[in-house]
């Protein structure tokens, strides 16, 4: 049971770590397009639909390697404070989008 929380919290470890540096990749590109309108939106819904599959398969991972319901439990709330705090980091891409 240890082991494979560990292995648990190593993948979601590793994913958290990826996901934390979308957003700079992200930054670089959006200031590169600042000329066309279209290329940032389509850039941004890219990086969102990116960003949920990486959170998703994150999540598979975790339950996958639950062994309890309280560790599956875990995963779910992991992916769903992961999943809102993307969906704030992309609002906020949008919103500098509109100015």
Excluded: Y
């Excluded at 979308?22 to 850039?43: L, S, T, Y």
């Excluded at 969102?48 to 709330?77: F, P």
């Amino acid at each position: 049971m240890r082991k494979a929380l560990g292995v648990m919290l190593a993948a979601i470890a590793t994913i958290s770590a990826s996901l934390a540096v979308a957003p700079v990749v992200g930054a670089v590109e959006e200031a590169a397009k600042k000329q066309d309108p279209f290329a940032d939106m389509k850039q941004i819904k890219l990086d969102a639909t990116q960003g949920r599959i990486a959170i998703l398969q994150a999540s598979v991972s975790c339950i996958t390697a639950a062994t309890n319901h309280e560790q599956a439990k875990l995963c779910e709330e992991k992916e769903r404070g992961d999943m809102e705090a993307f969906q704030q980091r992309i609002k906020g891409r949008w919103e500098a989008l509109k100015k």
